[in-house]
């Protein structure tokens, strides 16, 4: 099992971890999606709010936009925890899952509820805050954004436009 997975050599990851050494160490992605599981075991080491792994701190790593998570970062349906393996997980023992398994992360629940739970999602990880929705830093934010942007009340506005920008003007992908 001292693999790459098929999809890391099928885009050819893996040749750009041996040319250029990189892994995605020092850079923070985030997902706006149905939450993510942080306890996964190809994940919990990569989630920033992993401490020692014992602890966590949850504060300007996870947001609540859905209302569905108690505190900590958790996933009703396992999608975003697919795609945030996608891009950070590791299998441990060499096999790679993501793109990118030496990245921490951090996430929002904005996918799907409502247009307004994805608006919330974006202007959060412009400016993360403490689980109280306080003391917002905008220092703490992502370099990266992935997204499965969606709605269970779909609109054909340009809702997010205005987030998009902004994040362009932050500097974040």
Not at 4 to 26: F, H, L, P, S
Not at 76 to 101: K, L, Q
Not at 125 to 154: F, M, Q, Y
Request: glycine fraction near 14%; include cysteine; hydrophobic fraction near 40%.
């Amino acid at each position: 099992l001292d693999a790459v997975e098929w999809g890391i050599a099928d885009i050819k990851a893996d040749r750009v971890w041996e040319q250029y050494g990189v892994r995605g160490a020092g850079i923070i992605v985030a997902n706006i999606d149905s939450g993510v599981q942080f306890s996964h075991p190809a994940l919990v080491e990569q989630y920033r709010g992993n401490l020692d792994g014992a602890s966590f701190d949850h504060d300007y790593n996870w947001f609540d936009a859905a209302g569905r998570c108690a505190g900590a970062p958790c996933d009703g349906n396992g999608h975003g925890t697919h795609t945030m393996g996608t891009m950070a997980g590791d299998g441990g023992a060499g096999n790679r899952i993501g793109v990118a398994p030496e990245v921490e992360w951090i996430a929002a629940n904005g996918c799907c509820p409502t247009d307004a739970a994805l608006i919330a999602s974006g202007q959060w990880l412009l400016e993360p805050t403490d689980l109280e929705g306080r003391n917002p830093d905008a220092s703490k934010r992502p370099h990266v954004i992935n997204n499965s942007w969606g709605s269970e009340i779909p609109s054909n506005e340009p809702f997010m436009e205005d987030v998009v920008r902004a994040c362009e003007a932050s500097g974040i992908f």
